[in-house]
């Protein structure tokens, strides 16, 4: 029986081993670190591997574990498993990128020069442990407003939009000398040039080079202080002139980051003169429920990776077969205005009755603690809203908002709070 190993199947991740499973493959779980990050604990599923094996950063000791099992397959199954899995995948002969380019799809600020050295456009950009280097940066390029963030996390975790100089300090504070939501440390802290344009994401999977395009988002955020938080995702249809600009950009940018096999979710910003890189991860799009994309496009990033590995002829024909959207479908992200809880009364039960509202991407029900939402990882939940008609989804957005604001959340003191699964 063929075997496959996900490397730390978290959050989207997750739902990798049931995907296998259901076509007769056996599966076991790599776990890059002994301590799973709290913003990944409750999506971890022990029971769905046939065995679980730790890395305790000895990669000939986990290759003599994994050596018992024919493993003809690897996938990371979430941001922290990238450089394990092509690590893995290139010591056992599995297809997969290799580790030649394993750093620059981690490290924010390699992956903006390797895209720029592929001639592509890309934001000014800077990595240092000194603020006043970033400083100096900023005003020496005419920059009036830049982002600060981690160079290797996820979620938009401490990312700052930042308009002088006192407020970059106070944003390089937040992230030099500290552990991201991944538990990595921040020995250095990036910046880069505020991109001015409309915001996407594209959903891609690969194989033997060539990259099939699964999704493609519009993005909405609201400004919240001195950064951007979450507000909702539209899934766009595969065609347009958009459309077209976003997908033959990210292509090269899969190239020249080496992402010729497997998934990887692509941040950009559309500007005046063209598409520019945010960032690339190689592995899938966090927080996810696949039964709503498959309900909209017939498939799911989760169903087309393995689709990539376990019928591979299948999954070359669809190549040249654009994804076609069959209903609107709208991620909302729910915002808590203060830490509390989801409050007992009405509002929660009309949130979760709402005619478009197709699945929930957390238990929500009274008593479940929040935090004021501030990035992915505070987000108190999202909602899936899927319909026939787009002016449906726009009603049940304002509706959600009105609650939100009038009764959903209740405030309370708050000793441990778990965070929303993401990436």
């Known amino acids: 029986m063929n075997v496959a190993a996900i490397v730390d199947p978290l959050s989207t991740g997750a739902f990798l081993a049931d995907e296998f499973a ?41 290759l003599a574990v994994l050596s018992s099992h024919t493993i ?43 895209v720029r050295a592929a001639g592509l456009l890309t934001a000014k950009s800077i990595v240092t442990d000194d603020v ?37 300090r106070d944003a390089f504070a937040i992230i030099q000398g500290n552990v991201n939501s991944l538990g990595m440390y921040n020995s250095t802290v990036l910046g880069q040039e505020l991109l001015i344009g409309e915001q996407y994401f594209v959903n891609s999977i690969s194989r033997n080079g060539r990259h099939y395009i699964s999704e493609i988002w519009h993005d909405r955020r609201q400004a919240l202080d001195d950064r951007k938080i979450f507000d909702y995702d539209d899934l766009l249809p595969a065609d ?7 997908v033959s ?8 980051l080496g992402i010729g096999h497997g998934p990887a979710h692509t941040e950009l910003m559309l500007t005046e003169a ?23 496009t017939g498939h799911s990033q989760v169903s087309l990776t393995v689709d990539s590995i376990v019928d591979p002829s299948g999954f070359d024909e669809m190549l040249e077969r654009p994804y076609a959207v069959e209903k609107h479908l709208r991620v909302v992200w729910m915002l808590a205005p203060f830490d509390g809880e989801i409050a007992e009364g ?52 304002l509706r959600i908002r009105q609650l939100e604001s009038d009764g959903l959340y209740r405030e309370r003191e708050l000793k441990i709070v778990n965070s929303a699964n993401s990436q």
């Open 72 to 114: 003809v397959a690897v996938v990371a199954g979430t941001e922290l498993g990238v450089e394990l899995a092509d690590a893995l995948s290139e010591a056992l002969g599995c297809p997969g990128n290799g580790t030649a380019l394993s750093s620059a799809r981690r490290d924010k600020f390699e992956m903006v020069e390797r």
């Open 274 to 296: 063209g598409p520019v890189l945010i960032e690339t991860a190689a592995r899938m799009q966090g927080a996810i429920i696949p039964s709503a994309h498959i309900a909209a």
């Open 132 to 168: 006043e280097k970033l400083v100096s940066w900023a005003s020496d390029n005419g920059l009036s407003s830049i982002v600060v963030k981690p160079v290797a996390s996820a979620g938009c975790d401490s990312v700052s939009f930042c308009h002088d100089s006192q407020s970059i």
């Open 346 to 397: 009405p509002a929660l039960a009309e949130l979760l009755s709402l005619p478009t509202v197709v699945g929930s991407g957390r238990e929500l029900r009274p008593g479940t603690p929040v935090r004021r939402t501030l990035d992915l990882f505070t987000t108190a939940g999202y909602l899936y809203l899927a319909a026939t008609a787009i002016a449906d989804i726009e009603r049940d957005l």
């Open 240 to 246: 347009g002139d958009v459309q077209h600009a976003l």
């Open 249 to 256: 950009y990210v292509k090269d940018v899969l190239d020249a």
């Open 22 to 62: 259901s076509r007769g493959w056996r599966v076991i779980a790599v776990m890059s670190t002994q301590t799973i990050p709290d913003a990944f604990v409750s999506s971890f599923r022990p029971s769905d591997f046939d065995e679980i094996v730790i890395h305790e950063g000895d990669l000939d000791k986990t």
